[in-house]
C-alpha cells in the first residue's frame, strides 16, 4: 500500500513517526534535511519506528551523520540515496545497508543511471570529462520530460531541454548539477553549479564548507551562503548558519575551517540558529536565514588606549570602511568583515606609517588589543 500522507501530517514530524509505526510503514521517502533533523534530536530519534526497514532520500545531497548511520548499524536498515531532477525523475540511485554498512561514506554516491537512462558529466564546451573530473550532469533517455509548458518563462533561453548534444540528436536535460564520475562507474554529487560562488576572484564551493562544518563536533547543522555587504560596499561574503549542541564556539569553527581549507573559503559570520528553516518540500528555505548584521552580539566598545592603538584603529576603520568612534580594540577582525585581502592592506597602511605588521600576525591575533599584547611594536616605531 501507498500512503500520501496530508499536510497536517508532514508539518508534524512526531506526528509522522506515529503514523508510520501505527501503518507498519517499511519503506520511507524523507527529504535529506528532515532525515537530519530527525537523528539530531534524541526525542525523535528514539520515536523512529522499528517497522522502517528502507529510508529513500532525495531532493537534495544526502549527509550520513554520526547518529543516522548508528541506526543503520543497529537496526541493519537501507538507506537509498536517489538522484533526478523533476523535469527527469530518476535518473541514477544508490543503496547501502545490512553488511555492506561497514564502509558507509559521510556522502554517499548518488549511484549508476538506472535503465534507459543515460548521464552525460560535461564540462563547460559541453564535452566529456575524464573519471574524477567535475563536470556538470547531463540526462537523457526515455526518463526525460518532453519540455516545459511555458519554455519562454521557465527556459527562455533554451538552454536546460535540448535536442542535439555532441552532433548527435537526443533529448537532453541540463541538470546545473556538479558532479563527477567514480572507478566504479557510481557518481558522486558534488552540488548545484548556481551555489559556486566567487569570493575575492575565487570560485567556492559551499557545500564543501558545509560538509566540513557538520564533522565539527557540536555542529548539528550547517549553512553557509554568500551574501553582500550593504550600505553601498558592495563586496560579497560568506556566511555560516549552523545548528550547535550548547552554545556555539564560534573561534572553534573559525580555527577548524582554517586548518582544511584555504582563507578565502572561511566564513566572515557564523550565526547560531534554533533549526534551519525547511520549504513545504522539505528542502532549505534560505530566504528565511536572518541577515548577519543583525545577530552580532552587544557588547561595550573599548576605544583605543595608547597612541599604537589609536593608529591600528585609524587604519582598520578605513579599510574596513567602519566609523573609527564606533570601533574597539575587542572587535573581532572577521565579525567586522575583514579577510586576507583586508589583511594586507591594513599591513600596507601601518607599514607605510613605519609601523612594521606582518599580515599573518593580523589573521592570527583577530583583535588591536591581541594586536597589542603579541606584536611588540616599540622595536619597530
Not at 560562488?197 to 566540513?212: D, Q, Y
Request: proline share 6%; glycine share 8%.
Amino acid at each position: 500500500t501507498l500512503f500520501l500522507i496530508d499536510e497536517d501530517i508532514r508539518g508534524d514530524i512526531a506526528g509522522l513517526l506515529r503514523f508510520c509505526r501505527a501503518e507498519r510503514i517499511v519503506t520511507v521517502f524523507l527529504p535529506p534535511a528532515v532525515l537530519r533533523f530527525i537523528f539530531e534530536n534524541d526525542a525523535l530519534a528514539a520515536a523512529f519506528p522499528a517497522c522502517v526497514r528502507h529510508i529513500v532520500a532525495a531532493g537534495e545531497q544526502l549527509v550520513i551523520t554520526p547518529r543516522l548511520k548508528g541506526h543503520l548499524e543497529r537496526t541493519e536498515s537501507f538507506i537509498h540515496n536517489h538522484y533526478g531532477p523533476s523535469e527527469t525523475h530518476v535518473a541514477v540511485t544508490w543503496a547501502r545497508g545490512g553488511r555492506l554498512l561497514g564502509d558507509l561514506p559521510e556522502l554517499p554516491p548518488i549511484g549508476k543511471p538506472i535503465a534507459n537512462t543515460r548521464v552525460l558529466i560535461l564540462d563547460n564546451y559541453q564535452q566529456l570529462v575524464p573519471v574524477g573530473v567535475t563536470g556538470e550532469i547531463y540526462i537523457g533517455g526515455d526518463c526525460v520530460g518532453r519540455g516545459y509548458r511555458n519554455p519562454e518563462t521557465d527556459d527562455p533561453l533554451g538552454e536546460k531541454f535540448l535536442f542535439e548534444l555532441m552532433g548527435e540528436r537526443m533529448r537532453v536535460f541540463r541538470t546545473g548539477d556538479l558532479g563527477r564520475w567514480l572507478p566504479d562507474g557510481d557518481i558522486r554529487f558534488l552540488g548545484r553549479r548556481d551555489r559556486q560562488v566567487k569570493i575575492r576572484g575565487f570560485r567556492v564551493e559551499l557545500s564543501e564548507i558545509e560538509h566540513i562544518l557538520t564533522s565539527i563536533k557540536g555542529v548539528n547543522e550547517a549553512v553557509v551562503m554568500d551574501r553582500t555587504r550593504g550600505k553601498g560596499r558592495g563586496d560579497t561574503y560568506l556566511c555560516a548558519y549552523v545548528v550547535t549542541e550548547g552554545a556555539p564556539d564560534k573561534a572553534a569553527m573559525r580555527d577548524t575551517l582554517a586548518e582544511r581549507l584555504p582563507n578565502y573559503m572561511v566564513p566572515d559570520f557564523f550565526v547560531a540558529v534554533d533549526r534551519i528553516p525547511l520549504t513545504a518540500n522539505g528542502k532549505v528555505d534560505r530566504g528565511k536565514l536572518p541577515d548577519p548584521d543583525t545577530e552580532l552580539p552587544e557588547r561595550r566598545t573599548v576605544l583605543p588606549q595608547t597612541p599604537v592603538q589609536e593608529k591600528l584603529a585609524r587604519a582598520w576603520a578605513d579599510v574596513l570602511e567602519r566609523e573609527q568612534e564606533s570601533l574597539g580594540i575587542d572587535d573581532n577582525f572577521f565579525e567586522l568583515g575583514g579577510d586576507s585581502i583586508k589583511a594586507v592592506q591594513i599591513a600596507a597602511r601601518l607599514n607605510d606609517a613605519g609601523k612594521t605588521v606582518n599580515v599573518k600576525d593580523i589573521l592570527s591575533h583577530q583583535t588591536i588589543s591581541n594586536l597589542c599584547v603579541n606584536v611588540d611594536f616599540d622595536s619597530h616605531i
